[in-house]
């Protein structure tokens, strides 16, 4: 210590000074300064915000044009807080014409604690009008943490309008790949789901909790600057300079967040992770960051705690059709825009990007191609910070630290998230087995629950809007009331002749819900025998099937077509418009219970085959429900998937598949706009809506994966197909086309509670094994000669080895009625089984193999030739676009044959042909394949055998081959062999 006079005169002098600047600092909050703001006028001032203009006297023509936008819990002087040195100065010293968008605070705003996330997003919106209305120019749309997350989602809602670049600092985008502190997604996104529908609504976040929460966020750090600032006390010079910054951060800069708004992004972009997925909802409609085709330029801090590098990557798969762009800077959350840093890294780049954007320079360096190959690093917390620096003590500890921290993170997480779908699976299969036949269960009934249980959540999205379930449930009612008054009741058997849209839905939910029947019929030539068949005189129709259903005779309810719509035929006794109804005149009778259903009543009837095969299916509530929970179950849906139901609900897949497993898991319900499936539609919705299931019928994706517009690689947030009937060559090209999606393929019967689903995917075109809480299933001997069971000496069926063909028969429920079809005493007395229409095979792990159904089994004098087993291996060859096969009647024999049909700029060859068909036994082939030019389709997209059959016989020619069993090869069959093979005896 120095006692010189001097040095006694210095500390004196030193500790005057330190207690002047702090009586300034405590009586008025910091040090005074001569740091002035830049100017600015307020050229608009709108309930939700004020437009602040820069430099306003500044009219240089033809400047770029910059919006500035700061996240909710900062004051928008954010971009002025190193004046000179800041945001604004840099940039307009650099000739950029500047804007700053000011919501103010929630405070002092008038409804400001009201505000949501959609009235910023619209705000910004209408500010972005005015900026490029009183400019000329195209806007550089730049946001700093959640303000550049309202950067994206403005310019996605108004589909890039009037933007030239978007410029984001610190801005999550994928938050699963930046969870906080490493915590498994499945936890935190529902404790954010819990807090905002139970919490954040009612509870507002104030400024001081905003600033004591950032400051604990970093708490060393906050520390450490608040004791260099009373270790510099006495030296006003040196705090001066950053005087200005640190008030912002301790006081000034912070603002309240409104509850809703914060409830928001909870449930759109935490729990649902809708940034990355698309269809976060703007006032109704859905939007989607695949929007975005400006470039875009993402700046990441290397040590940001809140936009962790991994979450502010998601922008470049989010963003599939736009040019992303990535500056890396060694600089936390708040220094990417404000400090040393931003003063001279970050500005100074973002000038010139803009340059480079107006074609006046080059991209500079630090500025590059952001991958869409990126990793989910642990993030860099303070917690992993402390424990970094106490391992690199020792090299080796720091190895073995890292080691043990990835194994102890991953085995957490990973334990979670099984433990996650174990919990979301118990509750289905628990209900599953409490279901009873005198138990109340329905598709209305579910549907009550959830609007009950989330009123504000959305149910479906159609023709770029959403409803939520609490509107759906009221258009149900609406649609009850309307059947009551033209004389619907329950059991009542009511058809309904619809295209895949929500009035179809609330038409066949308000059957359910009034305890009548929906019979789902498809439209087209056999709609009258059908509807003759099920003993229907009664039918619900939209306008675009009025005509048909009305030439059938039968009386039509309308219902559906949008507010502007006009019906073909006038109103009458027997084409009444539902749509004219009003509910509220509508009387309500005293029989009219809400979802009367037992499990043991019918709820749905089915019309299969096509022509003079026409056949009723009947499912009950019981059979509806085991498929929509098993379905719920298996592709492990809940609340965050979206599933796009291409599947129709006249088709057993749609109604019990897409529906009921939408329904049972709680997942948003996406309805395609057309009557016919549209490829491009459907790529476009995929995004928009944030697809991330999709449902399908037999070659249906075929389509899409022909139309192109999934090129292999593009990002998309699908992860599931869900159907049945794909072939296995088109369910090759399916999982490498949507990589890393996979496909899960069901086999639901009918008659009985047989649910089979491939849930691994494994094996390709397998129907894999019994969903647990169905129905448990053997496989019988049978003869498709005979079309009989085989029995043994004691009487009882034989039941299938391994890969031997047998008869699929579900358990029949002990309290049951088995009447009708089903079987008793089959392996031991007393039993009860149910007869599927279906042969199968088992192999040796346990899975199911579809064979053929029972009718179309090809009886041939060398014996039975199964079907399916043909079609799945010339599926599998490359050039075959489909396939069919089926029996040729020549005279008294019956010929095996198959058609196919080549993809576009395809050719396929005998050798292809006999390289395939090498994996069946001989007796079990074709004796004849031949190309044909299509193989048209039925309404669920199955191939038509019939109509290939009706062609007449194959061909002789160059495309047309017959099995020489001599050669074991399949050859050219000329007009000879042909004349020798169609012969009569």
């Known amino acids: 210590m120095d006692i010189s006079p001097k040095g006694m005169v210095g500390s004196v002098q030193r500790l005057l000074a330190t207690a002047q600047n702090g009586l300034e600092v405590v009586r008025f909050g910091g040090l005074s300064h001569d740091v002035e703001s830049s100017p600015f006028e307020v050229v608009e001032r709108k309930r939700m915000y004020r437009l602040r203009h820069y430099f306003p006297d500044d009219t240089t023509p033809g400047r770029p044009v910059a919006l500035l936008v700061p996240p909710l819990m900062v004051n928008a002087d954010i971009w002025d807080v190193n004046a000179a040195g800041g945001a604004v100065g840099i940039l307009h010293a650099a000739g950029i014409d500047c804007w700053v968008i000011d919501f103010g605070s929630p405070a002092t705003e008038e409804g400001g604690w009201e505000r949501d996330l959609a009235d910023h997003v619209l705000a910004i919106d209408s500010a972005i009008d005015t900026v490029t209305a009183a400019t000329g120019a195209q806007v550089h749309l730049m946001g700093y943490s959640q303000g550049g997350m309202f950067a994206y989602q403005t310019a996605a809602y108004r589909y890039g309008k009037g933007v030239a670049s978007i410029v984001t600092f610190g ?477 129709p609900l006249h088709h057993s897949s749609g109604l019990l598949v897409s529906l009921g497993g939408a329904v049972a898991g709680g997942s948003r319900i996406a309805l395609a706009r057309s009557t016919e499936f549209d490829p491009s539609r459907f790529a476009e919705e995929v995004h928009r809506y944030g697809v991330t299931v999709v449902t399908y019928t037999w070659t249906m994706v075929r389509d899409l994966l022909d139309a192109q517009v999934f090129p292999a690689g593009h990002a998309h947030p699908i992860r599931l197909f869900i159907g049945s009937g794909m072939p296995a060559g088109l369910w090759r090209r399916t999982i490498e086309q949507f990589a890393p999606a996979r496909v899960l393929e069901f086999y639901a019967s009918i008659d009985g509670d047989v649910v089979l689903a491939n849930v691994t995917g494994a094996k390709i075109g397998a129907k894999g094994r019994p969903v647990p809480g169905t129905a448990r299933v053997e496989l019988v001997a049978y003869d498709p000669v005979s079309e009989q069971i085989l029995v043994g000496d004691n009487g009882f069926a034989l039941r299938s080895a391994d890969n031997e063909p047998g008869l699929l028969l579900g358990k029949a429920v002990d309290a049951g009625d088995i009447s009708d079809g089903g079987l008793r005493g089959v392996f031991e007395q007393g039993d009860a089984w149910w007869p599927t229409e279906n042969l199968f095979r088992r192999d040796s792990d346990g899975d199911y193999w579809l064979v053929d159904r ?87 997209f199955r191939p038509s055998s019939s109509a290939v059959q009706a062609l007449g016989n194959p061909t002789p020619g160059p495309t047309t081959w017959f099995y020489h069993r001599d050669h074991d090869a399949y050859e050219e069959l000329t007009p000879e062999l042909a004349a020798e093979l169609y012969a009569v005896d």
Not at 256 to 285: E, T
Not at 331 to 343: E, M, P, W, Y
Not at 877 to 903: C, F, H, K, N, Q
Request: glycine share 8%; hydrophobic share 45%; with cysteine.
């Open 171 to 647: 801005s999550p985008v994928d938050i699963v790949a930046g969870m906080p502190f490493g915590l498994p997604y499945g936890i935190v996104s529902d404790v954010a789901d819990f807090l905002a529908d139970h919490v954040m609504p009612h509870l507002p976040i104030t400024e001081s909790m905003v600033r004591i929460g950032f400051q604990l966020l970093d708490p060393v750090k906050t520390a450490k600057s608040r004791i260099d600032f009373l270790m510099q006390l006495h030296d006003r010079e040196a705090l001066l300079p950053k005087e200005r910054q640190r008030r912002f951060l301790n006081s000034e800069g912070w603002v309240g967040y409104s509850g809703p708004a914060v409830a928001d992004l909870l449930k759109q972009f935490v729990a649902h992770n809708r940034m990355m997925l698309g269809g976060f909802i703007i006032r109704d409609h859905p939007v989607s960051l695949a929007e975005l085709k400006c470039p875009i330029l993402a700046f990441l801090g290397e040590v940001d705690d809140i936009g962790q590098p991994a979450a502010v990557r998601g922008i470049v798969r989010a963003a599939p059709n736009a040019e992303v762009y990535e500056a890396s800077l060694v600089a936390g959350h708040f220094g990417l825009v404000a400090g040393s840093t931003a003063t001279q890294q970050t500005w100074p780049l973002v000038a010139k990007w803009i340059d480079w954007h107006n074609g006046d320079g080059v991209l500079p360096d630090p500025i590059v191609a952001m991958s869409p190959e990126t990793t989910s690093n642990a993030p860099r917390t303070a917690a992993t910070r402390v424990i970094h620096a106490a391992a690199s003590l020792a090299e080796a500890g720091a190895g073995v630290g890292k080691a043990l921290e990835g194994v102890a993170g991953n085995t957490i997480r990973g334990s979670v998230e099984i433990a996650g779908e174990a919990a979301r699976a118990l509750p289905r299969l628990t209900r599953l087995g409490m279901i009873q036949p005198h138990t109340r269960i329905s598709l209305g009934k579910l549907l009550r629950e959830q609007a009950r249980r989330a009123p504000n959540k959305d149910l479906f999205l159609f023709d770029d809007r959403v409803h939520t379930h609490a509107a759906v449930n009221t258009r149900i009612d609406n649609v009850v009331r309307g059947l009551i008054s033209v004389g619907i009741r329950p059991a009542t058997r009511v058809g309904v002749v619809m295209g895949t849209r929500p009035s179809a839905l609330a038409a066949v939910s308000a059957l359910s819900r009034l305890g009548a029947v929906a019979v789902l019929l498809a439209p087209g030539p056999d709609l009258a025998r059908s509807l003759d068949l099920t003993g229907v005189k009664t039918v619900i129709t939209d306008p675009e099937h009025l005509v048909d259903v009305a030439a059938t005779g039968k009386r039509a309810l309308v219902l559906g077509g949008g507010d502007k719509r006009a019906l073909a035929l006038p109103t009458s006794d027997r084409v009444i418009d539902l749509e004219q109804i009003d509910p509220d005149l509508v009387r309500v009778p005293a029989w009219y219970r809400p979802n009367p259903g037992l499990a043991r009543e019918l709820a749905f009837v089915l019309v299969i085959g096509s022509g003079d095969r026409l056949e009723a299916k009947y499912i009950t509530n019981h059979r509806w429900a085991l498929s929509a929970f098993g379905t719920a179950s298996a592709a492990d849906l809940d609340r965050r998937d979206t599933v796009y139901c291409l599947a």
């Open 854 to 940: 029972r009718d179309t089994v090809i009886i041939t004098p060398r014996g039975p030739i199964f079907t399916q087993p043909i079609t799945d291996v010339l599926n599998d060859i490359t050039p075959v676009d489909m396939e069919v096969a089926y029996g040729l009647p020549i005279g008294d024999v019956t010929l095996a044959v198959a058609a196919v049909s080549v993809r576009s700029g395809f050719s396929i060859s005998a050798q292809d042909v006999t390289e395939a068909l090498r994996a069946l036994d001989p007796d079990q082939r074709p004796d004849v394949v031949w190309v044909v030019d299509e193989i048209p389709r039925s309404a669920s």
